[in-house]
């Protein structure tokens, strides 16, 4: 039999639904490992819906920034340059235009980009908070291998990327709560887990 998974995203202003095929899978004589869903196909329909549901939203979001809230001017452009931005369920390329401000109120700057300010980050919290997570747990290394076994993003990711933003998540608490709260937090949610805030530390210290 031959399965195709379809997403609908029906809009709110009532313009219409678009339908968007996500995948096909196939499957013969029942084998236990076809049952249901294997972890490749898993994966593959995530990213897919991901990147279904991500067009959708950012051509929603274009549309609002397209004109000046206050007048309703259309805005104009001045070219789009392309960014990336990554989430548990897969590495999103998009197009970020630049606009010019509407002169109806007074701006610090002629244009803006408004998809790449509110993506600022360039990595959704979600997959900030679970490589931090693995991270405090296993080494840089494992934590890659978990992803790569488990999330859609695994291969776009790499030890270094994943250092990087625990070290920066780690000094982030640091600098708002003070070591002390952070070491507090940490024995109250695991009590074996004191070495871990001197391991930051002597990771960032040493560089590796
Ligand atoms: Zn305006």
Request: charged share 25%; proline share 4%; with cysteine.
């Amino acid at each position: 039999m031959k399965i195709k998974v379809q997403v609908i995203v029906e809009s709110d202003d009532g313009t219409g639904e678009v339908v968007q095929e996500i995948a096909q899978l196939e499957r013969g004589r029942l084998r236990p490992e076809e049952l249901g869903l294997t972890l490749a196909e898993a994966k593959g329909l995530l990213e897919g819906l991901q990147r279904t549901i991500v067009e959708q939203q950012i051509a929603e979001y274009s549309k609002q920034q397209s004109s000046c809230p206050l007048c309703c001017r259309q805005r104009m452009h001045k070219g789009a340059h392309d960014m990336v931005y990554r989430t548990v369920f897969g590495k999103l390329e998009l197009s970020s235009p630049r606009l010019f401000h509407c002169q109806c109120q007074p701006q610090r700057t002629r244009t803006f980009s408004p998809l790449a300010e509110l993506l600022a980050e360039r990595t959704s919290p979600e997959l900030l908070y679970l490589e931090t997570k693995f991270a405090s747990l296993v080494s840089y290394g494992m934590s890659l291998k978990l992803f790569e076994e488990v999330l859609p993003i695994g291969a776009e990711i790499n030890a270094s990327t994943v250092r990087n933003h625990t070290l920066a998540v780690a000094e982030r608490l640091e600098s708002e709560l003070g070591g002390d709260t952070v070491r507090e937090l940490q024995l109250y949610l695991n009590p074996q887990a004191e070495h871990l805030l001197d391991w930051f530390h002597v990771v960032r210290h040493e560089g590796c």
